[in-house]
């Protein structure tokens, strides 16, 4: 065809994520997805800490003067956070599939376990182990 | 909270929803009720507007519909929405109320506080006002197949089931295929074109438990697709919203459970 075909007109998708009230089990898939992602950040730290146990003294040494500092403390919290909730979240992730807790109120209980566990776990490791 | 984020973050210039008219209080109303709602007419040349109307609580049925309707009836006569029933049967009237999806016929106003804003069901894209083009999600309705396939030949009278069997379609036979919980889905928000959302794998279900049914090894093949179905990551939104308390989210997981099933 020739000449200039009339502009399509473009249709409106009407709002979502704008206008959706925030729910609970939604705000812990996304951080399912946000702790998953930072552990793939996190491997890389593990991955380092063994080197650095392999490759001796000084080595370790640098690894230890970057996360015993205030900001590898924070993240090193971070990471032990993000794997327990995202190890919990697997586990809530598991009884929605075999089909428990869809009913209301179970599922946000099993989502506000998730988030509570995860913090309460996290915090009390640091207590117990870190030499404060 | 209200909404994760403004009204019109991320949204393409076509879906841009600007400050609509601002219609009056009513007079000598005792109790006013804010509504929000969202308009577009294609023919205007014009992109969608949020308007403002004020109702008389008073002089209002109790239901979001009721609010409609008086709308229509009283202030504006050019909103456009569905509804057939009336009572929660149709499915023709789900769109997104004060941030969820429900019936604007079964929403009570006053279960909602301060100003209730009322958009088309979420995603969908916009025919009028809150009437939605559904075009693509009854395609995607027809991919599952929903009717009885019987490879016998067909008894003399109907097609028999013993009560226990029969069980087995409650809380799927119920759906009135309003797509509230597929308007509230991220998964289908992000990949709509090719998850079927759970509306339609709620139905896909409900066939494939159907002890008449002889097709559920088809069934399950259909579904067995990285999108079609595992889009699912189980946000359980779809389960929330479902104004008929339905469970879409557990027939996904069935569905998934049975196709790890027949592997082994
Ligand atoms: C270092 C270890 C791990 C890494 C790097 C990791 C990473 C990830 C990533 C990137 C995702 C994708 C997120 C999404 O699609 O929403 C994911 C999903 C998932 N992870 Fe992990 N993960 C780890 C450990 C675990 C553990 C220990 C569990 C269980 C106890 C688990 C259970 C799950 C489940 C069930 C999903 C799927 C969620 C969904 O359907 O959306 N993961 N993981
Ligand atoms: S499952 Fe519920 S929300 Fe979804 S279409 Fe059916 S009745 Fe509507
Ligand atoms: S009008 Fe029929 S479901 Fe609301």
Redesign the pocket.
Known sequence: MTGTAAPTPRIPIAPHMQVYRPTLTMVM?IM??LT??A??A??VVFVWWLVAVAAGRVAYETFLDVFGSVPGLVVLFGLTWA?LH??L???R?LIWDVGRAHTYPWREYLARANLIGSLTLSATLWVVFYPW | MRAFLPLNFGTDTASWVAKGKIWNTPAGAKATRVFEIYRYDSESGRGPRLDVYHIDRGSCGPMVLDALIKIKNEIDPTLTFRRSCREGVCGSCSMSIGGRNWLACTQRIDDIEGSIRIFPLNHFPVKKDLVVDQRHVLAQHQIIQPWLKTAKPAPEGEWLQSPEDRVKLDGYYECILCFSCTGGCPSYWWNGDRYLGPAVLLQAYRWIVDSRDEATGQRLDTLEDPFRLYRC??IMNCTKTCPKGLEPAKAIARIKAMLVARQH
Do not use: D, N
Request: aromatic fraction near 6%; avoid cysteine.
């Open positions: 898939s399912h997805r998953g992602t552990l793939y996190g491997t794997v995202h190890a979240g697997g586990i992730h | 990551h189980t």
